[in-house]
Each structure stands twice: as C-alpha cells, then as structure tokens.
C-alpha cells in the first residue's frame, strides 16, 4: 500500500492538470478579495477580523463551495483518466497489486490533493484579507482551533466530493465524457440545492453543509449532519467505485 501511495503521489506532484487547477483556483480566490477591497469602509460591517474572511470565503453561497469541486472534477479527471491512457493503472494491476489497495490509494491521494487546495484557498484569502484591509480585529488560540476545526469538516466534505469524481472517472474512462460529466454535476449541483431548501432534506447535498459549519460556533446537529452526509458519500462512492474496478476488466 506504502508503494502505491509513493507512486500516487509522485503522478499528483508531476500533475499538471492538478497544479493549473491549484492555481487558477487560489487566483480566483486572491481577485475576489480584492475586488471585495473596495468596500473597506464597511469592513467591519462585513466581517468582524481578519480570520473572519476565511470563513465567510467557505459559506455555501460564497465561491468555494460552488467552484471548488469544479476544479477537484477536473484535476481527478485528468489524473485517473491519464493512467488509463497509458496503461500505468493496468501495470499496478499485473504488479499483484490488489484492486482494492489500488483504489483506496487513489481515493487517498485525491483526498490529499483536495484538502491542499482548500487549505491553499483559506491562506490566501488571510493574506489577501490583510493585504487588502490590514491586519484587524483581534483573535486568540481558541479562534485559531475553532478554525481548524471548520477547516477538517469542510476537508472531510470535499473528501466525499472527489470520492464521487473518482468513481466517475473509473466507470467512464474516457477522458472527455467524465470531464464533462464532473464538471456539470459539479455546476448543476447548486441548483437542486436550492431547489431542495435549507431543510434537513436538503442537507443530504453536500453543498447544504458548508454554511452552516462555516461559522465559529456551528451547532452541534450542523456538525453532526455534515460528518454524516460526508462520510456517507465516502462510503457509497468508494463502495461503488471499488466493486466496478474489481470487475472490469483493464484493456
């Protein structure tokens, strides 16, 4: 499992697809805090410190939850799709690798990659926040711990969000249909969201659970219903996904 992983994550460093989306994604990011810039006479107004940023940064109707998994579609897309190109996803295979192990590695490396991009987003929405109205308002090590702790829920849902795109990309194949298919789930997925309300019906949509844990004090049934819903995808995704790469056959 240990070489697999090694091997996954050397593809994810040497991954252009990955890193074009890191960056275009924190670039977004860095423009729409600036552009927020021009309504610094109202920065308190907006939000009361420095930190509070990120998290208005991560709520449901802000940027990152709509366009985030747009770029996670297209990174995994490329990424698994590619070793099904060259043949390197059968190599590991005919190496006696289990498919399961297989997967599961994948599953790890996509999650990882994911969780650099939002954590990338999040420090670049703090710089830009100070760049752009200055280090305020105050904060203390129980701010910066309840930060982590909204930073782990949303990492764990957009976790679920790349299990979903890698199944995808395993049951496709083909780079271009899987493409397509990622990104408008990913589009699309914000207006069943709507359409399905803030009640606990819509919240088995993933996107229904970045707001109300992207607060400092969420309640304790946001939490649990966003854990829920997070690992509940995981475990349906990856279990689908699994069973088809098992028996597939690998041409």
Do not use: C
């Not at 899987?178 to 803030?198: D, E, M, R, Y």
């Amino acid at each position: 499992m240990l070489n697999l992983l090694r091997a996954d994550f050397y593809k994810l460093r040497r991954s252009k697809s990955y890193w074009i989306s890191l960056g275009a994604l924190v670039a977004i990011v860095a423009y729409i805090g600036i552009d927020i810039g021009s309504l610094g006479d109202k920065k308190e107004e907006l939000s009361p410190s420095t930190i509070h940023w990120i998290y208005m940064m991560f709520k449901e109707k802000a940027f990152l939850p709509y366009f985030m998994p747009v770029f996670q579609g297209i990174f995994i897309t490329m990424l698994i799709t590619k070793e099904y190109n060259t043949g390197t996803i059968k190599d590991s295979v005919s190496l006696g690798f289990s498919r399961w192990k297989i997967y599961f590695s994948k599953l790890i490396t996509v999650s990882l990659g994911s969780i650099l991009m939002m954590l990338s987003s999040a420090f670049v929405t703090a710089v830009t926040a100070i760049f752009v109205f200055g280090l305020y308002g105050t904060f203390s090590l129980q701010d910066l711990l309840l930060l982590l702790r909204m930073l782990l829920i949303h990492g764990l849902l957009y976790s679920a969000y790349g299990s979903i795109f890698l199944m995808t990309a395993f049951l496709i194949k083909n780079i271009g249909g899987a493409l397509v298919f990622n990104i408008f789930f990913s589009l699309i997925i914000g207006s069943f969201a709507s359409l399905l309300g803030n009640g606990y019906i819509g919240r088995i949509l993933l996107i229904s659970n970045f707001s109300p844990t992207a607060v400092p004090y969420p309640l304790g049934i946001d939490l649990k219903l966003a854990i829920a819903a997070a690992l509940s995808y995981l475990i349906i995704f990856t279990g689908i996904g699994g069973v088809t790469f098992k028996i597939l056959d690998i041409k």
